[in-house]
């Protein structure tokens, strides 16, 4: 959709923190992402096992 208007941030990059859709969606990402680095989440713990890589 960005692409047909006239004068978007397509054609300008550095207009790009204009579209008000766009940023919403980049602030929500962030913001899951601190979330879900700050939370403990038991069943992941399989992959930090120090018994997962055998040398």
């Known amino acids: 959709m960005m692409s047909f208007k006239d004068d978007s941030a397509v054609q300008k990059p550095e207009k ?7 940023m919403l ?4 990402l962030v913001l899951l992402f601190v979330l ?7 069943s992941l ?3 930090a096992e120090s018994g997962l890589v055998r040398l």
């Open 25 to 28: 969606y980049v602030w929500l």
């Open 45 to 47: 713990g399989v992959f």
């Open 16 to 22: 790009l923190w204009h579209e008000q859709g766009l």
């Open 36 to 42: 879900l680095m700050s939370a403990d989440i038991p």
